[in-house]
């Protein structure tokens, strides 16, 4: 899934000359944290609902916005941004690590959108597939080559269909796989793995 599938648009922005006030109020109205700051058609910013609260609070160590009622002179000038093709998981891992809660989205240097956390939580439901109806298996597989195709395998002589399937490594050699498919009756899936020699973590096991 690439940033291109989730990022929003078209993408509401201000200029730098907009006063605090009028940023804010169009931070609420739209229902929305962040706002990049454009001039001449350029991306120069970008600013939060949290950097005008800050900026208009005795918690200011220069004072309540003093000689700061535009945009321009609270707004964060060195923007982190990304690219409509890269993938999602790249945009978590720079948020992450940069501790943004958007990355505007610059295509030939022209805005063309924006990701935000809640989209990529967004985009993390549809690749576990949470969103349609579905069973969930948990399988701890050795890191060897051919134990995914195994899996996927037994699954597939029993005619059962794969919605999604995440895989991630664990330490001591081995990788978790988490498999979404289309039944919900995952115990006896999990107790026809068991019998085959898989490791089931998801569903566990029924008390007798």
């Not at 600013?47 to 900026?55: F, G, Q």
Request: net charge negative.
């Amino acid at each position: 899934m690439l940033v291109q599938e989730v990022m929003r648009f078209p993408v509401i922005t201000v200029g730098p000359g907009v006063t605090l006030e009028e940023a804010y109020r169009l931070l609420l109205e739209k229902g929305i944290r962040h706002l990049p700051v454009m001039e001449e058609g350029r991306l120069v910013g970008i600013i939060t609902d949290r950097d005008i609260r800050l900026a208009t609070s005795h918690l200011n160590p220069k004072g309540p916005c003093p000689g700061c009622a535009q945009v321009g002179e609270v707004m964060t000038r060195e923007v982190v941004t990304a690219h409509p093709l890269d993938p999602v998981e790249e945009a978590a891992r720079v948020m992450r690590e940069r501790k943004i809660g958007c990355l505007p989205v610059l295509e030939d240097g022209a805005l063309v959108g924006i990701v935000t956390g809640i989209d990529l939580l967004d985009a993390l439901l549809k690749l576990t597939g949470v969103t349609e109806p579905s069973g969930r298996l948990e399988v701890r597989l050795p890191d060897r080559v051919g134990e995914l195709f195994r899996l996927t395998g037994f699954l597939a002589k029993r005619g059962v269909n794969i919605h999604s399937l995440l895989s991630y490594p664990e330490e001591e050699a081995f990788v978790r796989a988490v498999v979404r498919v289309n039944t919900l009756e995952t115990h006896l899936l999990a107790e026809g793995l068991r019998q085959e020699g898989f490791d089931v973590i998801w569903p566990p096991k029924k008390p007798w």
